[in-house]
């Protein structure tokens, strides 16, 4: 009961963001096209497709976004008004490399993000970014089919050099790569991949699969990030640059030693194995194993070993949303919408979009990930997406997202007590943005309402929702009143 439960001074508030989600000015700018701007709306319950060639009278909802390319200045200026102390952002490589094999980078798009972050810094918000968030340029899919060619590792490392030497100065905190680990899932092969998925271009969890491209692929990225990690070190010794992991916390359906070895086979092979490579700098065995009874070959250089050990991260960020059973049953109840991701929890509430909410699950989680590695650790993704209704008088009053944020934030506290070496924490889409797995408007996760709707129509105006002064007051007392 004498335990002071506490936050540590400085900790890193703040909210996460993308720009394929969010930035809009798709084509202006001298920007490239990205695979995000192939990838048409869906809903929860039809898939998104990729279309190879942009379709007349379609609706691309990456195209417009939430248009934070106009009006960055206004939403920076609300992200102040509730106090943040960090902002994650991801840069568009196409703004910078259009078709990504270019010579030359493109002197406006580096120009625009120089903006943004003079922006930030004028209230002292330090950014963290993401530099390559589910998006590359769609040339690189058309001539090379993405990440399965070895060339596009030396696109990314010169992308990465560009940004590290311009911004040497304004940012320090960096993530090599989005969700690393969603190249372990078949839906991740366009999406993280950049890879042509063979098929009718839906995105959704019956996507025609090819698991030694995918490998291939997580492989290339691997050495990529490793290769980005050492040479921004070199750049500014200062940089803190990490992985970004989509944890799927699984927890064993029963007791039966068979489900509880699938949820601990699963953790590895869904969450630790790009975490191994990344943090530890070599492939852990259970990989190796999984590869072999696969059949899957990773083609390695010579001295890919050694680049994988001098590129060791230096914290791990994680998004962290719901929790999924699993059972060596297979005729358990899946949950998830087209993007089936586990089984049901009959402990748990689920989300409009079949998410189970888990708030301890992020003490568990916090406590999983600091045992194996011991370095600092951030949320870098966490909320509710929920449809929300705006009241005749403009207000919107969120208090099950307040409930959701309250409840997983209270859970972190604990985790810090328990020793977890926790940095800060960004909820997801902090301003309303674009779903990425269905592309949907109307899945907000925002503390700011953005008027949009789910065929793109809308003022685009931004109000606050009841969670922004909530959150506000969150930041302001470092979470002490929740
Ligand atoms: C993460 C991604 O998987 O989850 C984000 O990094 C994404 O890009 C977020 O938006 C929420 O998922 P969704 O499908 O609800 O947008």
Redesign the pocket.
């Known amino acids: 009961e004498n335990i002071i439960k506490k936050f540590p001074e400085g900790f890193l508030w703040g909210g ?1 963001t ?1 720009a ?2 969010f930035e809009g000015g798709y084509k202006e700018g001298g920007k490239g096209l990205s695979t995000s701007d192939v990838m048409t709306g869906g809903t929860h319950t039809t898939p998104r497709r990729i279309t190879p060639v942009l379709e007349e009278g379609t609706y691309y909802p990456s195209h417009e976004a939430i248009d934070f390319y106009h009006r960055y200045k206004e939403d920076i200026k609300l992200f102040a008004d509730m106090g943040f102390k960090v902002f994650r952002m991801s840069i568009a490589w196409t703004r910078i490399f259009p078709n990504g094999d270019d010579a030359q980078p493109s002197e406006e798009g580096l120009k625009f993000y120089d903006d943004v972050f003079t922006e930030l810094k004028k209230y002292n918000i330090e950014p963290l970014v993401t530099i390559s ?2 998006e590359a340029p769609y040339n690189l899919t058309q001539k090379y089919n993405g990440w399965s060619d070895r060339r596009v590792v030396d696109f990314y490392v010169k992308y990465c050099e560009t940004i590290f030497n311009r911004y040497k100065d304004k940012v320090k905190y960096w993530l090599t790569f ?2 690393i680990n ?1 190249l372990t899932m078949p839906f991740g092969t366009f999406m993280a991949g950049a890879i042509m998925p063979e098929g009718n271009g839906e995105l959704s969890a019956n996507i025609k699969d090819n698991p030694q491209l995918r490998y291939q692929a997580l492989h290339h990225q691997f050495i990529a990030s490793a290769k980005a990690v050492k040479l921004g070190h070199q750049i500014n010794k200062d940089f803190k640059i990490g992985c ?1 992991i ?1 944890y799927m916390t699984s927890y064993a359906l029963t007791c039966n030693p068979e489900d509880v070895f699938l949820a601990q086979q699963k953790d590895n092979l869904s969450n630790f194995l790009c975490s191994d490579v990344q943090v530890r700098g070599a492939y852990p065995g259970f990989a190796k194993r999984y590869f072999k009874e696969n059949n899957i070959n990773i083609a390695m250089e010579e001295g890919d070993e050694q680049i994988l050990r001098e590129g060791c991260v230096d914290f791990y960020t994680f ?1 962290y ?1 719901m929790s999924v059973c699993v059972s060596a049953d297979p005729n358990q109840e899946k949950i998830g919408g087209n ?1 089936s991701m586990g089984l049901k929890n009959p402990y748990l509430k689920a989300s409009a ?1 079949e ?1 189970q909410i888990d708030p301890k699950g992020l003490r568990w989680t916090l406590n999983n990930i600091y045992n194996r590695y011991q370095i600092p650790l951030m949320v870098v ?1 966490n ?1 509710l ?1 929920a449809a929300d209704t705006v009241e005749a008088d403009g207000s919107i009053n969120d208090d099950y997202r307040i409930e959701y944020l309250r409840e997983h934030i209270k859970e972190m506290k604990e985790a810090v007590v328990d020793g977890v070496d926790l940095m800060g924490y960004t909820p ?2 902090c301003i309303d ?6 592309g ?1 408007m109307k ?1 907000r ?1 925002g503390l700011i309402y953005v008027d949009k709707d789910n065929d793109g129509k809308g003022t685009l105006d931004r109000s606050p929702k009841k969670s922004f002064y909530w959150y506000k007051k969150v930041i302001d007392t470092n979470g002490e009143n929740l």
């Not at 943005?433 to 269905?438: C, R």
């Open positions: 996460a993308a394929n989600q968030h589910y989005n969700e969603c970004m989509a998004s949303y993007l979009w998410w993704e909320g997406g997801w889409g943005l674009v779903s990425a797995g269905t949907e899945k996760y």
